[in-house]
């Protein structure tokens, strides 16, 4: 339970993408980020609901994109082409 907790501190050094922004990101990385807040949301029902053999089987496969989403992020968030950032974010 606490790794899963103490993983989004190192959230900020793991994001290795050009832009921060959703809005300047590939496509494809907004169903990436879809697809982790639906197994957040599962995760989060099976947890208070009592144990069962197929509850458990889906946790753990859950369990196993959570973490892999966040020790993935370097390499997957750097792909793909990136909308070109205008002048007005980047002007100093």
Do not use: C
């Not at 753990?60 to 390499?75: D, E, K, N, S, V």
């Amino acid at each position: 339970m606490g790794g899963a907790v103490i993983v989004l501190f190192f959230l900020p050094w793991l994001d290795a993408s050009k832009v921060k922004s959703i809005r300047y990101r590939p496509t494809w990385h907004k169903y990436v980020y879809a697809v982790f807040v639906v197994n957040f949301v599962v995760l989060g029902y099976l947890g208070v609901q009592p144990p069962s053999p197929i509850g458990e089987r889906v946790s753990q496969a859950g369990t196993l994109f959570y973490f892999g989403f966040f020790f993935l992020m370097p390499w997957w968030s750097k792909l793909g082409t990136f909308k070109a950032v205008p002048d007005r974010v980047t002007f100093k």
